[in-house]
């Protein structure tokens, strides 16, 4: 399995300009998540997914859009980037049980957008 | 979910315990707590959960205390590998882990 991958690596960015950032997952995973960093602080969460055609906004959804046509896919679009979306992005997926408890995350390496 | 409050940083000599506390003193009866790492750059990873017993896993051993207000991570024969920022999160049953809100966590250096 290759787990979570996401695309680009890494992306430049103008003000204004908007882009996709990819994740897809192999594992099945019903959760997907978008979190972003900043640099010395903690993940904070975008929005996140609990199944293929449905999604919620998670703490810092402005700015942001997402979708989840197919169980594998969760792409991250920015309308119109600006400086203080400068950020690491990371995808992360899991799996749903009967409980509800010991689900654990799988993250992506992340991808690095800078935005002028 | 429960906030957590945890040190900013820590020290740690290489080849000794690494002892990361995390105090969740408002957690409730169904919530869960999880530790994971992030090594720097890289992605978090998962370390280890529990809910009220102390758990041990070919990574670290997580201790919860009775009233279950405060874990400690340990970590038992630390090496420079294990040098990343150490998250603690509380996380209710009812709540699906893509939803898990995590901190500014603790910076753990672990020096030769």
């Known amino acids: 399995n290759a787990g979570v991958t996401q695309t680009p690596k890494f992306q430049v960015l103008k003000t204004g300009q908007s882009m996709t950032l990819q994740c897809a997952q192999d594992?099945?995973?019903?959760?997907m998540s978008w979190y972003r960093q900043d640099p010395g602080m903690g993940l904070r969460l975008i929005h996140y997914s609990v199944g293929a055609g449905i999604t919620d906004q998670g703490e810092v959804p402005n700015g942001y859009n997402v979708s989840r046509s197919t169980t594998e896919d969760f792409p991250l679009r920015l309308l119109s980037a600006a400086p203080s979306q400068t950020s690491v992005y990371f995808c992360?997926?899991?799996?749903?049980?009967?409980?509800?408890?010991?689900?654990?995350?799988?993250f992506g390496p992340g991808t690095r957008l800078l935005v002028l | 979910d429960a906030k957590t409050t945890q040190p900013t940083s820590m020290d740690c000599a290489e080849g000794r315990a690494a002892n990361l506390p995390c105090n969740h003193s408002t957690i409730s009866g169904n919530e869960y707590v999880y530790w994971y790492r992030q090594i720097h750059s890289q992605g978090p990873q998962y370390i280890i959960h529990?809910?009220?017993n102390n758990e041990t896993n070919e990574m670290a051993s997580l201790i919860i205390t009775e009233d279950r207000k405060s874990s400690t991570l340990i970590l038992p024969h630390a090496t420079l590998r294990d040098t990343a920022v150490y998250y603690c999160?509380?996380?209710?049953?009812?709540?699906?882990?893509?939803?898990?809100?995590f901190g500014d966590g603790t910076t753990l250096t672990v020096k030769p």
């Open positions: 999160i509380v996380r209710s049953i009812n709540t699906n882990a893509g939803k898990s809100t």
């Open positions: 594992m099945n995973h019903e959760y």
């Open positions: 529990g809910l009220k």
């Open positions: 992360a997926s899991s799996y749903s049980s009967f409980s509800g408890a010991g689900e654990t995350q799988y």
